[in-house]
């Protein structure tokens, strides 16, 4: 199994500033794509960004310019960060991974629990 957890939400200002960290673990034999997707209340999940295992990178408009995706491949770490947050940016953010277990020819993809991030006015 493989787990995905997240962290470095929290409450900041507009304008402000917060990474956002996730780690798998578990039985990983290589993580291929690794992403961020955010949920508000009441609305869809939507794409953040995204990150491949050669380290390709695509965002949603929304956040071009003020979020950015990396990744530490020997931590098997995804990270985002977020500058200038803005009061519409308040959502849960979960990370999500594209992982090819030790025990398998195939890849599934696995979500974390969420981290929840909140940008006061």
């Known amino acids: 199994q493989v787990q995905l957890v997240e962290s470095g939400g929290g409450l900041v200002q507009a304008g402000g500033s917060l990474r956002l960290s996730c780690v798998a673990s578990g039985r990983i034999f290589r993580i291929n794509a690794m992403g961020w997707h955010r949920q508000a209340p009441g609305k869809q999940r939507e794409l953040v960004a995204t990150?491949?295992?050669?380290?390709?990178?695509n965002y949603a408009d929304s956040v071009k310019g003020r979020f950015t995706i990396s990744r530490d491949n020997a931590k098997n770490t995804v990270y985002l960060q977020m500058n200038s947050l803005k009061p519409e940016d308040t959502s849960a953010y979960y990370c999500?991974?594209?992982?090819?277990?030790?025990?398998?020819?195939?890849?599934?993809?696995?979500w974390g629990q969420g981290t929840q991030v909140t940008v006061s006015s």
């Open positions: 990150i491949t295992g050669g380290g390709m990178t």
């Open positions: 999500n991974a594209d992982v090819r277990g030790s025990a398998s020819p195939l890849s599934n993809d696995y």
